[in-house]
Each structure stands twice: as structure tokens, then as C-alpha cells.
């Protein structure tokens, strides 16, 4: 009885062929989305990740990018205008400190009073303002290199 069970639950396997190569099995699928993926189409990325989600990705990470900029141009003019002086556009680099501080510290929900929270966006900002002007070339200089190897790798 076990043999013939074992039988069935092998001959009932089911083979995928790549999603872009139909005439070609699949050796691996996609980490994001699944599809079969045969060799030539997994061997483009370190990790097995089909185009369609390549591209994906890249345009996420561009309208990511687009917002950060946007945010940290909106932070420095209105800075310029309430100080009055150009200096004020050096503020621009604090959504890339606060990105980065975002991403080292708890994702928790902090239970405090309005004055604590005041203090907590104060010294966060204070804090952004530091680190963002070494997050900001850190993040253009991981920005253009994805840009650059997704081309290279969707052609």
C-alpha cells in the first residue's frame, strides 16, 4: 500500500516550464512572484528574480527616489524662505537621515504625550540633519548602481 501511495505522489508532480521560454523546463522560480524560471533566465540576478519583477522593482525604487528628493527640495526652499537666507537648503538632506534612522531603530509605537512627541520629531530632525549628509551620497551612489545593472541586466 505505501509503495503504490508513493508511486502516485511522484507521477502527480507537476512540471513548469519557464515563464518566458515555454519550450524550456524550469529550474528555479521567481523569488518574488513565483514563475518558473529555466537556467539562462535565473542566472541574470544573484538571486533567481524574473524581469517583469526586476522592473518592478527599479520602478518602485524610482518613485521612491523621486519622493525623497521632492520632500528633502520642499524641506530646503521652505527652510530658505522662513530663515531667509540660501543656507537654508541644506535641510534638504534630512529625508535621507530620517530614512536611515528609520531603518536602524524599532518599528514600535511609542506611547507619549503630545510634548513627548514634539521632542521626539525635534531630536529626530536634529539627528536626520547630521546623518543625512552621509546617507544622501550613500543612497545616489546605491541608486545609480541600480539603475545601471538593471539596464545591464534587462538590456
Known sequence: MFVIELYFRIERRVIM????????AATVTCQSCGRGLCTECASITDTPVCKDCIQDYVRSEKA???KTIVIGLIIGIALSVFIGDIKGLCFGWVPFGWKSLNA????????????????YFIIKFVIAFFIGWVALPIKIYKWINLFRNANNVLG
Open 17 to 24: 516550464n519557464c515563464f518566458y521560454h515555454g519550450d524550456r
Open 64 to 66: 521612491e527616489m523621486l
Open 104 to 119: 536602524v531603530t524599532p518599528q514600535v509605537f511609542l506611547f507619549l504625550p503630545l510634548v513627548g512627541w514634539v521632542i
